[in-house]
Nanobody, 126 residues
Framework: QVPLAESGGGSVQAGGSLRLSCEVP????????IGWFRRVSEKEREGVAS???????AYGESVKGRFTVSRDNAKNMTYLQMNSLKPEDTGMYFC????????????????????WGQGTQVTVSS
């Protein structure tokens, strides 16, 4: 399984914005659900957002109304636009894949995803 590649992290002040990108191998991209996660402890990853092959999206409660997930099928890319960032959004962000139209995708369950990237760090200062 080829890992995905995240980019776009950085440091911003509270209230600022960042856009994360996730590059997905061509042979994986088309039918898959892409999920975004952030590390909340050494072993736990919180589901932030997901988007399936039909463009259906799901969001974690803490980011609804602030984050937007999208995909560019022509470029095999998925994006996470993060607005109104808060210090509690700080963390390492990852993207991963799972099958579309599954519970793992709809509920953004980390255990159901694979091909994790190395992550990109987001730091929000108050």
């Amino acid at each position: 399984q080829v890992p995905l590649a995240e980019s776009g992290g950085g440091s911003v002040q509270a209230g600022g914005s960042l856009r994360l990108s996730c590059e997905v191998p061509t042979y994986v991209y088309g039918s898959r659900c892409i999920g975004w996660f952030r590390r909340v402890s050494e072993k736990e990853r919180e589901g932030v957002a997901s988007i399936d092959n039909a463009g259906t999206t799901a969001y974690g409660e803490s980011v609804k109304g602030r984050f937007t997930v999208s995909r560019d099928n022509a470029k095999n890319m998925t994006y996470l636009q993060m607005n109104s960032l808060k210090p509690e959004d700080t963390g390492m962000y990852f993207c991963a894949v799972t099958a579309s139209h599954t519970s793992s995708c709809r509920r953004i369950w980390a255990a159901g995803f694979w091909s994790w990237g190395q992550g990109t760090q987001v730091t929000v200062s108050s």
